[in-house]
């Protein structure tokens, strides 16, 4: 099945402590990105990368940091989480560089405390 | 950047109503989807839809690219169809929504 997996769903954690959210999809897809869902705000983009190596920083990319070793592959990492991270985090991704279908992941609610 | 705006906010329908959700976008795009967000939070892809009109069963959505807005169509809503719609639009490698619009349908 053609699809776009994120882990952990559900993970509440504390200030400091570093963590990383997993992203994979398995449609051979170029395009990969991430996104934060906040209450008022809607969705912003944090990072994106149109290929392997190669990520730039979307509208909030302060506190995360991310890499593209594999195609397959988009991790997010909070090198030190705050509590205005707690968010519910999507992983997308679609086949060219940009105006194609964007497929969504199911989502990350992390909470830091 | 690109300004997207949903309308309208909030939608209340009584079961087998049809309804229209509007999106309007400040600029040229590549292209356009709508999304349904369940209850559990997971953001259904509807449509992909640059321009033209597409249907899948009870939903139908229609962009006009040159106009700047596309409109989904709910016919005959279900309690099911609750949710937030959300319209986004790609520019510039990056996809920009829109606030959303929730609907809830009472049985």
């Known amino acids: 099945e053609a699809q776009v997996t994120q882990n952990p769903r559900y993970l509440i954690t504390v200030t400091g402590k570093k963590l990383t959210v997993t992203c994979s999809q398995n449609?051979?897809?170029?395009?990969m990105s991430w996104y934060r869902q906040d209450p008022g705000l809607g969705l912003r983009q944090i990072y994106y990368s149109m290929n392997v190596e190669v990520t730039d920083k979307g509208d909030v990319p302060e506190g995360y940091k991310v890499s593209r070793k594999e195609k397959r592959n988009f991790p997010l990492i909070l090198e030190s989480p705050s509590p205005n991270q707690t968010s519910l985090y999507f992983c997308a991704s679609s086949l060219s560089q940009g105006a194609g279908e964007q497929y969504f992941g199911p989502g990350t609610r992390l909470t830091v405390t | 950047g690109i300004q997207v705006e949903q309308s309208p906010p909030d939608l209340i329908l009584q079961e087998g109503a049809n309804s229209t959700l509007r999106c309007n976008f400040s600029?040229?795009?590549?292209?356009l989807q709508w999304f349904h967000q369940n209850p559990w939070g997971q953001l259904i892809n509807l449509f992909y839809i640059p321009s033209g009109t597409k249907q899948n069963g009870r939903l139908s959505a229609t962009t006009v690219a040159t106009e700047r807005y596309s409109l989904l169509y709910i016919s005959s809503s279900q309690t099911t169809d609750s949710g937030v719609y959300f319209c986004a639009v790609w520019k510039d490698y990056k996809l920009s929504f829109g606030a959303g619009t929730t609907v809830t349908v009472r049985a």
């Open positions: 449609m051979n897809h170029e395009y």
């Open positions: 600029d040229s795009v590549n292209n």
